[in-house]
């Protein structure tokens, strides 16, 4: 039977709507788990550079096949150019905030703040399971605004002390990341030891990764680099095992004050963010952001010859610092462009378009199914 064009219009648009419908269903599914990637200083130009560094293409990262992608804003309430803490406090509660403070914003009478509840504190409430993972300092501004609230991101004491006394639930069940010899400094002016506290509070203290497949509440702290795949492997197939879902924070530094550590960082987060798509399953929102941008700029470099050449090269002779045919420069210092949003998995249809970053919070807010607190 010959249909007549008419006809055949007919129904492809009845099966472009029917697909429509489907996509949009299988999107409006609700999320069992949130996995927040964040790249602690990881805009778009390091994002850009670290790519061609190690792959020598561009748009060459993991991050760059992921569906769905925006832009956000990353001033803070007081300044255009966010610091971490005020960055990470947008992301995780929805507010903005002064820069230095974490997860509180002020209250307007004599530098008091009042503290704001992070999607990690909704998990606990609900009884997910939750973890933070990091290569910086545990207690650092970007982690601590997961589970602290301070007027202040360099209060160590403090951080450490609501680390262990949680508001909601009984706290990150796991945690992995630097600042072993901060935390015994922390808790000998508690007069106790990390090995006790953190016992204490229910955790197994080490500082092996590994001790996370054996441990559902696990606080692994070091002053070294460690292996990020296994890692994160083994601490989402231990939240897995809660049916309830989990919330899982993944924070890679990518400052670039040293480009070439911090753009070899850029590669390591997104094979992370590879691997992590293919076992944490379809049930999971992955989300990638960066707090804020960095002053890095690629400002050269030819193809066809790997621009990891180029750029050992021309370190190698410090007199061309700031020539015209630099390959990677750096301005020191946070920049206030925004940066981009990139996801995948049931809610990650939301992100789209500019943004401020406070969005975020309510992205994945509402793909657990959420709503804020009054």
Known sequence: MTLSPKTRRALAGLAALLLSSASGSAMAQEARNVILFLGDAGGLPTLNAGGILANDAPQSLYIHTMPYVGLSDTSSLNQWVTDSGAGMTAIMTGHKTNNAMVSAIPSGTGGAVVPVKSLLEYAEERGLSTGVMTNMKIWD????????????????????????????????????????????????????????????????????????????????????????????????????????????????????????????????????????????????????????????????????????EQYDAETAKPAMTNAANEVISVQDGHTGEEVIVAATGPGADKVHGFMPNTRLFDIMLSAFGWKRDN
């Open 141 to 308: 501004a970007t982690p601590a605004a997961t589970f602290a609230h301070v007027g202040a991101r360099k209060n160590k004491d403090e951080i450490f002390r609501q680390m262990l006394k949680p508001r909601f639930g009984d706290g990150v069940d796991i945690l992995i990341g630097k600042g072993r010899a901060d935390a015994a400094t922390s808790f000998v002016a508690q007069q106790t030891t990390p090995e006790k506290a953190f016992k204490a509070a229910g955790y197994r203290y080490g500082e092996d990764p590994t001790i996370v497949r054996d441990s559902a509440r696990v606080a692994v702290l070091r002053d070294t680099d460690f292996a990020p795949i296994p890692a994160v492997e083994a601490t989402i197939a231990q939240l897995a095992r809660n049916p309830k879902g989990y919330f899982l924070m993944v924070e890679w530094d990518m400052h670039t004050d040293d480009p070439k550590k911090g753009l070899a960082h850029v590669k390591e987060m997104d094979d992370m963010i590879r691997r992590v798509s293919q076992v944490a399953g379809n049930d999971t929102l992955i989300l990638f952001t960066a707090d804020h941008s960095f002053g890095l700029r690629m400002d050269g470099g030819k193809r066809g010859t790997p621009l990891l």
